[in-house]
């Protein structure tokens, strides 16, 4: 396990104890190993027998102990959201999801044959701003001075889209549902090059300010896929990582592979330089708005609720009168 979000022990363990049943069946080295669990405990003995040595690979199967679990209506939405997502960083692996409930057996499969490239594809839809850009390649990171080295893996897909808006992360095949080192690394890249790219071409008015990375993320679509051998985690509930080397080794990707595709496909690069400007402009735009209509309502309430000044100071007067 190279680059593994867990090693399954802890899982394992739990889940066999926490089970009415659990089936264990094992091929590799040319094997096959049984194990049968009831209620947490191994029945039997361990089974090997020959098996084809070109079928490898572990099969688990459990029924939840209804004494541990009192509530086990978990909605179908879960199991297909975590297998979907699953699909998206593996790609060519195929998940299945079987539902077998009163309303008969229904099968749902997920599969990505290029992974976040075509799910960048499903994303954008029938009409992307600029063709999908796919990018990947491999690092060494190291977070502080004292610490040692790990592998860094890195996969992008991304292409600008006005017509919807989305940015995910995931770290050795985890949702990050709160980014953290990676969102920091695209924020900073796709701000840093676009605006690069207006200055150097004078698309600023002037003395109009930057871009932010909302007048990018308006218009991207965007999945980044990392692996590392070693990973931080901002919590136990690993939605961030925290670190540094992996954000410092994806901005320098970013940046290296956005610089190149801007100077190789200038048609791209006017696009998505005018739709960030047109992106920024409309935010400065509104906010002014929504700032003069403030002003105006704030200026009605005052004449409304204004205190003459002679009562005022009256009571005033009283209020030291009884001091």
Avoid at 34 to 53: I, N, T
Avoid at 76 to 100: C, K, P, S
Avoid at 134 to 145: A, I, L
Avoid at 209 to 229: G, N, P, R, Y
Wanted: proline fraction near 3%; hydrophobic fraction near 35%.
């Amino acid at each position: 396990y190279e680059y593994s979000l867990g090693l399954n022990g802890l899982g394992s363990c739990a889940t066999q104890y926490a089970s009415a049943f659990m089936d264990v069946t094992v091929r590799r080295d040319g094997k096959r190993y049984d194990l049968h669990f009831e209620k947490g405990s191994l029945v039997g003995e361990m089974q090997v027998a020959p098996a084809d040595r070109k079928k490898t690979g572990t099969t688990i199967t459990w029924l939840p102990d209804l004494e541990v679990f009192t509530q086990i209506d978990i909605p179908t939405e879960y199991f297909t959201d975590v297998l979907h997502r699953q699909a998206v960083v593996n790609a060519g692996i195929v998940f299945r999801f079987r539902d077998q409930g009163e309303k008969g057996f229904a099968e749902t499969v997920f599969a990505y044959e290029n992974g976040i490239a075509d799910y960048v594809a499903e994303l954008a839809g029938d009409h992307p701003h600029t063709p999908i850009q796919f990018w990947s390649g491999e690092r060494t990171g190291r977070d502080r001075p004292d610490k040692p080295d790990y592998k860094v893996k890195l996969s992008c897909a991304f292409c600008f889209c006005p017509a919807s808006h989305i940015v995910e992360h995931y770290h050795n095949s985890s949702w990050l549902e709160h980014g953290g080192a990676p969102d920091k690394a695209v924020r900073n890249a796709f701000v840093y090059q676009i605006d690069a790219y207006l200055k150097q071409n004078n698309k600023y008015n002037k003395n109009e300010s930057k871009i932010t990375f909302q007048d990018v993320e308006d218009c991207l679509v965007i999945v980044i896929s990392s692996f590392s051998t070693q990973t931080s985690y901002e919590n136990q509930t690993k939605k961030a990582i925290t670190n540094k080397g992996i954000q410092e080794a994806m901005v320098e990707m970013l940046r290296h592979n956005l610089e190149v595709y801007f100077i190789e496909n200038p048609l791209d690069a006017e696009k998505i330089a005018g739709q960030v400007l047109v992106n920024k402009r409309s935010r400065e735009s509104a906010e002014k708005q929504r700032l003069n209509i403030k002003k105006k309502l704030s200026g009605n309430i005052d004449i409304s609720n204004r205190v003459p000044v002679s009562y005022t100071h009256l009571r005033a007067h009283e209020t030291l009168s009884d001091l």
